[in-house]
C-alpha cells in the first residue's frame, strides 16, 4: 500500500472525475505484487472451493480488503476496486492516477515524450513500478473518510524510465503488442510473475476455472 491524501489526486484530475471527500482525507491505494498469485489467490480459491467464484482475482482482493476493515472497527473505511463503475460508466477511481500521486509507480503517458511520433493515434498510459516494472496490478483505494491528514508531504514516484527513446519503446509496447508483455520489462525487475501466473492471466476468462481445478458448477 501507498499513502495519499484525496487533494492530491483531485488536483491532477478534472472535476468530473473527483472523490467526494475533503482534500486532507487520507487514502491508500492498494497493489497486487507478483507473489500475490501464491500467497493469497490460490490459498483463497482452496478456501472457497465449495462457495459460487465468479471471479476468482476480484473475489481474493474484496476477501483481503473486508478483513483490513474488520481491523478498524471504530472507524468509517471506503473502498473502491479497480473495476468498479459508476452509473455514468466512469471507473470509481482512476487507478494510474492514484498510484502516481501516491508516488507508488509512475504513469508514464504520451505528454511524457518529447518527440511524440504517433500522430492522430490513441496512445493510453502505463505505471511502470521501480521493483516490479510492469509485473504488478493496481487493486483498490482504500479511504478512511474520518482521518484528515494536512501534514502528509507528497512523494515523487520513481521516475525510471527517464529517457525518451525508453518512454517511447514502453509506449509502443504496451499500446501496440501489450499481448506479449514486453512493456512489462522496459527495466530491470526484481521480481515477475510465475510461469503458472502468466498462462493463468494470458488464458480468457471463462477458461481460468479449469486452470485452478474448478469445476464449471464452481461458476
Known amino acids: ?37 501464491d500467497k493469497a489467490l490460490k490459498p483463497f480459491v482452496n478456501k472457497e ?5 465468479r471471479d476468482p482475482v476480484d ?28 452509473p455514468s460508466r466512469k471507473p470509481k477511481f482512476l487507478a494510474q492516477t492514484a ?13 511524457d515524450v518529447k518527440l511524440d511520433p504517433w500522430g492522430k493515434k490513441k496512445i493510453f498510459g502505463v505505471c511502470i513500478h521501480p521493483k516490479y516494472g510492469g509485473w504488478f496490478a493496481i487493486r483498490a483505494l482504500l479511504l478512511f473518510p474520518d482521518i484528515q491528514v494536512p501534514f502528509l508531504e507528497q512523494p515523487a514516484p520513481v521516475d525510471c524510465v527517464s529517457t525518451d527513446e525508453k518512454r517511447i519503446e514502453l509506449l509502443e ?36 476455472f479449469r486452470l485452478l481445478g474448478l469445476s464449471q458448477e464452481a461458476q
Open 1 to 37: 500500500v501507498s499513502l495519499l491524501k484525496v487533494g492530491w489526486y483531485n488536483a491532477v484530475l478534472q472535476p468530473a472525475f473527483h472523490l467526494p471527500y475533503p482534500d486532507d482525507t487520507l487514502a491508500f491505494v492498494v497493489l497486487s505484487t507478483p507473489s500475490m498469485f
Open 173 to 208: 509496447q504496451f499500446n501496440f503488442h501489450w499481448q506479449d508483455g514486453r512493456y512489462r520489462d522496459i527495466i530491470e525487475v526484481k521480481e515477475r510473475y510465475s510461469e503458472e501466473q502468466k498462462a493463468y492471466f494470458a488464458t480468457p476468462p471463462a477458461e481460468r
Open 49 to 53: 472451493r465449495l462457495k459460487i467464484i
Open 99 to 111: 498510484a502516481h500521486v501516491a508516488g507508488a509507480a509512475y504513469y508514464y503517458q504520451r505528454k
Open 59 to 86: 473475489q481474493c482482493v474484496s476477501h483481503h480488503l473486508s478483513r483490513v476493515k474488520e481491523k478498524f472497527p471504530d472507524q468509517r473505511v471506503d473502498v473502491m476496486f479497480d473495476y468498479e463503475m459508476l
